[in-house]
């Protein structure tokens, strides 16, 4: 039983599902369960931070979080579960601390849903049902800018308009793919 | 270049695209969607990732060095009162002693403490506090440093949110100083390097219409 601190005595459910204690199969095994079950964790989180520095830091942390309240004797399942709830709290905390916003004020929807696929064809699969329902000109400037490598200057003359036009439209075509439901 | 919207995008964009971290500033929060929509497509533009071999070691080695035996958590160490100072880590008699008898469901990080049958403790007049001072207080098995501003106390608790070590007040840079490692915190729990550690667990603290600071401990 926890306390309601404006009320002792009386109890209250416990807040975060991802603080309770999950257990380990073998604690020999425990290094080596925990560093795969984080590879699959690094990929989650690499698909929504978008590069490698971030995504190792807050990797660490979930272990940093995690490790310590894993325990001998419960199936994997149960393990990956508490570590992709810790994922999602640490990129929480991460959008919420980078983008000096309160956890309240996030949406749900800033990636940090819990994924449909494996990790690795995760990311690839959501943002080709995004681009499939875009316009042409949006679904053009984040391929060409995203997925070609080009820069704006590039697709400025490949797309046969300005720089600023550009940049303007890429814009757009975030704010517009920000919008859509991969999952809908 | 102008702080326009698109400029500011375009900025994150390009770091994204050469691999760079995410470099937030002000102002960027308006357009949170499409900096996360930006995350998400240059993540797809690289393909599949893995961790690199090197950082598999360090997470191998932070793993190898967490006392599996002991199971000590830290929020038994934060419940329990116990002052554990350097070395304790390794402690595991220590751990096993203050480890609870049944399954304790913790808490994430950074959430208020809430102790089992907790009850509000006089740390002391509002008038003993300083603004923008740290002053450890304790309430049964909770310690915490108070904070003032004006009328109104926030407080934290005093164990590090990484080494169960105990935090200890700076006066100059006023700033919480873990002894075990380092790395310091700011009034408010967080953690001089974000990207690095949790915030501290804040402990709920309350000012009495008598003037008398209360903190919720054991």
Redesign the interface.
Known sequence: ???D?QH??ESVA???S????VDLPS?TR??DI??DE??LV??FI????????????????V???A???L?QGAPASAIRGYLFA?AR??LG???S?????STAE??ED??LAVPHLP???E??E??RR?LAELSDNYRRV?EL???H?YS?KEVAAEMRSTVGAI??M??RA??A???VNPDA | MRNTPENRIERIVNDLLHGRRLRLRAGDAEEKEAITAAAQFAAASQGPQRMSPAFRRRLAQILESTPKETWLTRRAALVAGVGLATGALAGGIVGRAIEPAGSMTLSANSTPLLPRNGRWTDVGALADFSEGQGKLVRAGGVRAFVFRQGEAVTAVSNICSHLPCELWWDHGPKVLQCPCHPVSFTPDGKPSNPSYLPSLNEVYARVSPEGRVEVLGT
Do not use: C
């Not at chain 1, 991802?18 to 204690?21: K, M, T």
């Not at chain 1, 601390?97 to 916003?101: A, N």
């Open positions: 039983m926890t306390v601190p002792p005595g416990p807040s975060n991802a603080g309770e204690v604690a425990a290094t925990a560093l984080l590879e690094y990929a690499y698909a929504r931070v978008g590069n490698r520095s971030d995504a190792e830091d807050l990797t660490q942390q272990a940093l979080k490790f310590p309240r325990r810790t709290s640490v905390a991460f959008w601390t980078r983008l000096g916003l996030l949406h800033l990636a990790p690795s064809q990311s690839a959501r943002a995004i984040l800018r995203f997925l490598g704006l940049k303007v890429q814009l975030l704010r793919a920000a919008k």
